[in-house]
Nanobody, 129 residues
Framework: DVGLVESGGGLVQPGGSLRLSCAAS????????MSWFRQAPGKGLEWVSG????????YYADSLKGRFTSSRDNAKNTLYLDMNILKTEDTAAYYC??????????????????????WGRGTQVTVSS
């Protein structure tokens, strides 16, 4: 069975940094694009970042302004999200998701939820002083 398990969330002060990890199993991780999504309390699901299977490029929501960096280690079946200069508005549950393709053409391919077939349970990130 496909498994996606996020870890690394927790409480962090504004301006701090955090690394999230997503451990993947049950599929050929290196063959699929992956994304991070987040959901703040009372708000809808928001696409954060996407990374193709070969990690030749990465893609981000415009509002993140370069503070977040996605990466992957295909040998370890692990996806990462490095978050820097964290703000209170970054408080959310963060999810990793398996894309149905190895790469995307166009923004809609990354952001549409129906382009993903498996999701993790999420890890909570709380940014507060």
């Amino acid at each position: 069975d496909v498994g996606l398990v996020e870890s690394g969330g927790g409480l962090v002060q504004p301006g701090g940094s955090l690394r999230l990890s997503c451990a993947a199993s049950g599929f050929t991780f290196s063959a699929y694009a992956m994304s991070w999504f987040r959901q703040a309390p009372g708000k809808g699901l928001e696409w954060v970042s996407g990374i193709p299977s070969g990690a030749l490029n990465t893609y981000y929501a415009d509002s993140l302004k370069g503070r977040f960096t996605s990466s992957r280690d295909n040998a370890k079946n692990t996806l990462y999200l490095d978050m820097n200069i964290l703000k209170t508005e970054d408080t959310a549950a963060y999810y990793c998701a398996k894309h149905i393709r190895n790469d995307c053409v166009g923004r809609d391919c990354w952001t549409a939820k129906d382009e993903y077939d498996f999701w993790g349970r999420g890890t909570q990130v709380t940014v507060s002083s």
